[in-house]
């Protein structure tokens, strides 16, 4: 654990990074150059080291390496004991193209943030989840340190994305691979939206690799959500689970938890969140990323739409977007996980013509906030879903008299 930090010029910025990235290793720094380019490791000693070592970073020899992070199985690749892990880099790392690179960090277990300076004084940048951020790539100028805030004010300033390996001189960064599955999680309400999404999903993964994942969190129509999964996970041949969220600490901050006759209606109850729960989103997506990394899936669907981003801000799609973005560190080493919102940027109309085309069951579905055997037709979910409904020239299967629904029990 220490700060890694490099460039291409010795001038007042790179000395401004330099002192900054002390806040990161504060118990040795040693500093490299070659050809006007400079490499240094601030170090912050772990507990599982000896505190001063007989040597230090950057090692190798034509090929010069700074980490950040752990090397776990370090010994078992030949380093002795004492030595710090990061020393062994330098015996395992074949760095002469960036692909033979890459390929050798897959003998490495721990975590890491790597700079290789070449022989020509360009570099290599490669991460997991630890970060590298840099400025001026292609350029004398080129900078690198292990936070964005070490870099100061610099203008273009990037963050190596996780998971690759980046090499300033060309400018190409490769991914560095992860354990990938074709198994997916629809978080499935039981509405329209959802359901439209777990079509999909099951047409694009096939319904064996498919699992729709219900939450029971206390809101007025859980009991009725419910009886709709099942019949939707029969129809489409796929399965599903459920877990209950335990949201009693809310204390009820939601008319979703209360009378539904405080459930706003119509256009009113379209246009904003008066119904809002708060961060439920963030919460289920939250234990979704859990229960994929758990059980081996490598995928999360949402039913998030455009038309519900206007009034839910965690229906916005740029949320989604934030939120995937940080999964690289919300699961182990080496696994991945991601999030699809395959009508992300769809209008309820739209959404009934997306569901149509991959044959939903939305006889079956369920958008009213109320209970009941049969929808409110009033609440905000109701009026949306029946106008989608008639601006796609059909009428939704659950305003068709009883006799003509045909709905399984």
């Not at 070490?150 to 400018?171: C, Q, W």
């Not at 499935?188 to 219900?214: I, M, Q, R």
């Not at 969220?245 to 379209?270: P, Q, R, T, V």
């Amino acid at each position: 654990m220490c700060s890694i930090c490099g460039g291409r010029k010795l001038n007042e910025r790179a000395l401004n990074v330099f002192h900054s990235a002390t806040d990161r290793g504060r118990d040795y720094s040693n500093v490299f150059f070659r050809k006007g380019s400079w490499i240094c490791n601030h170090r912050a000693v772990p507990t599982t080291e000896v505190e001063n070592s007989e040597f230090n970073q950057p090692f190798g020899t034509d090929y010069k390496i700074v980490h950040n992070g752990t090397i776990a199985n370090d010994k078992e690749l030949g380093n002795k004991e004492g030595m710090i892990d990061s020393y062994i880099l330098s015996k395992v790392l074949d760095c002469t193209t960036i692909e033979t690179l890459r390929d050798s960090l897959g003998k490495v277990q721990g975590s890491y943030a790597i700079a290789v300076m070449k022989p020509n004084g360009h570099f290599y940048l490669a991460c997991n989840y630890k970060p590298i951020f840099f400025a001026n790539a292609g350029t004398d100028d080129f900078i690198f340190s292990s936070y964005k805030h070490h870099l100061g004010n610099m203008a273009n300033i990037k963050r190596v994305p996780p998971y690759s390996v980046f090499d300033e001189e060309t400018g190409v960064c490769i991914p560095i691979p992860r354990e990938v599955s074709n198994k997916a999680v629809v978080v499935c309400s039981g509405g329209l939206d959802s359901t439209a999404v777990a079509a999909y999903a099951c047409h694009k993964y096939g319904p064996e690799n498919v699992t729709l994942l219900h939450y029971q969190y206390g809101c007025i129509a859980q009991s009725k959500e419910l009886e709709c999964i099942k019949n939707i996970s029969r129809e489409l041949n796929c399965k599903y689970d459920l877990v209950k969220i335990d949201m009693s600490f809310m204390n009820g901050n939601s008319a979703l938890f209360g009378d539904a006759k405080d459930i706003h209606e119509g256009i009113e109850g379209s246009e904003y969140a008066y119904e809002w729960v708060p961060a439920r989103n963030l919460i289920m997506l939250s234990l979704a990323v859990g229960y994929c990394e758990a059980n081996g899936y490598s995928h999360i669907l949402l039913g998030t739409n455009l038309e519900e981003g206007g009034a839910y801000p965690d229906n916005e799609n740029q949320f989604i977007k934030d939120f995937n973005a940080c999964l690289y560190g919300a699961v182990q080493n080496g696994k991945y996980v991601d999030i699809e919102t395959p009508v992300g940027n769809l209008m309820k109309h739209e959404i009934v013509a997306f569901g149509n085309k991959y044959n939903a069951p939305f006889k079956y579905t369920w958008s009213c906030y109320r209970d009941g055997e049969e929808p409110c037709h009033h609440c905000g979910p109701c009026f949306m879903r029946e106008t989608a409904f008639k601006r796609n020239g059909l009428i939704d299967p659950l305003c068709l008299p009883k006799d003509e629904k045909e709905v399984k029990e």
